[in-house]
């Protein structure tokens, strides 16, 4: 469960019910739990030296006991068509991870990593080229938030689980993650500012599902028979279609959430009037969204796509009563956008 660095507790993935055990377990007073838990969550400290209403001797006793994790910046790549970032950030064993920080309307969204790399093998997707490594632990995902707040001086507004990792093949560490971020005595985020975005792992829809969190749930679509989307995604082996949008029906009855579809599109692949008949009558009765998206370059793969075939795709579904928009590129100039992330680096 809780992951020790050097024997020592991470104490950044605790969720604030584990801290307080801790702490009791230290022959300390419940209340300390509280008083660490806002250091750590809402002031935000790296140090114990820094949590200055305790005595330097419990202080030592913590540090002694657990580690406070961070990420260190590798890199840092600003875009220059738009105000979108990227931070290549180091994990504490040397691995690699990416996450985003992009400008909307309505304020800042960051894209966050869940996996070191991924097993899923989409054959359009940068981030399961080099494989996959290990999970992040829930201090890792949660570090991304802190230290892209903490170097850009901006207040992060709603966060994606769409960085580089299946979010639902690391359900315990993201689940936990969700339950740190939106502790209402500490960092307190409201889960309806989250989404998560999954591939169709569907046993895992159902779980997060009857957790009812709130957040918006994603689903990578991609293609509408299974025939193609095995082609494209192998995870489609496991879980079919008709698996996932059963689970995706469940999601929206148990949550009232509408469900968003990913759809990236690719000219010749998955493109055709045919196919948006077929999403239609996939997504028939379903309160649910697609996102179009023109597949991103990446450099390994041959699959292109614009934004006019985009529209072109999103104008027969609307005609067919689906509620399709195209979802606009950030990041492009810096390998930023959907499916381009990628862990740079290998231990
Ligand atoms: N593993 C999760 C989270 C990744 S989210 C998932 O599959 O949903 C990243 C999103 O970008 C997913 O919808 C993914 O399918 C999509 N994507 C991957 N490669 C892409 C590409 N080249 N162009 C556009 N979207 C892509």
């Not at 892209?148 to 689980?161: H, Y």
């Not at 918006?216 to 095995?230: E, G, I, M, P, Y």
């Not at 390994?300 to 999103?314: I, L």
Request: include cysteine.
């Amino acid at each position: 469960m809780t992951e020790k660095n050097n024997e020592k507790i991470d104490i950044l993935s605790l969720s604030f019910e584990e801290l307080e055990e801790e702490i009791l377990l230290l022959g300390e007073k419940k209340f300390r739990a509280k008083q660490i838990w806002q250091w750590l969550h809402v002031k935000r400290v790296r140090n114990f030296d820094k949590m200055s209403n305790l005595s330097a001797q419990f202080r030592d006793k913590l540090s002694n006991v657990f580690c406070i994790k961070s990420l260190i910046i590798s890199k840092r790549l600003a875009s220059n068509i738009d105000n979108t970032v990227k931070y290549l950030y180091e994990l504490s064993d040397g691995n690699h991870i990416e996450t985003v920080l992009m400008e909307y309307n309505h304020g800042y969204s960051l894209c966050v990593s869940t996996q070191v790399g991924c097993k899923m093998g989409c054959q359009f997707c940068a981030s399961t080229i080099a494989g996959f490594k290990r999970n992040l632990e829930p201090s890792e995902i949660l570090l991304q938030l802190y230290e892209t707040e903490r170097d850009s001086d901006i207040k992060v507004s709603s966060i994606v689980l769409m960085g580089i990792g299946e979010p639902l093949d690391n359900f315990e560490n993201v689940t936990r993650f969700l339950e740190i971020l939106s502790d209402k005595g500490g960092n307190n985020m409201s889960l309806r500012h989250v989404s998560l975005s999954t591939c169709g792992i569907v046993p895992k829809i159902y779980e997060l599902a009857d957790k009812n969190y709130g957040l918006t749930l994603s689903v990578s679509l991609h293609a509408t028979n299974d025939v193609k989307r095995s082609e494209i995604m192998p995870v489609n082996n496991k879980y079919n279609i008709n698996e996932l949008i059963a689970a995706c029906r469940y999601y929206l009855n148990k949550t009232g959430r509408r469900i968003s579809f990913e759809y990236a599109l690719i000219d010749g692949v998955n493109d055709s009037r045919e196919q948006a008949e077929q999403l239609s009558r996939l997504l028939r009765g379903m309160q649910s969204h697609v996102n179009i998206i023109p597949v991103n370059k990446i450099k390994e793969r041959e699959f292109t796509s614009d934004r006019k075939s985009a529209v072109r795709f999103r104008d027969m579904l609307i005609k067919l009563g689906v509620n399709a928009t195209v979802r606009r590129t950030l990041g492009l100039d810096i390998d930023a956008a959907c499916g381009q992330l990628r862990r740079e680096y290998e231990i």
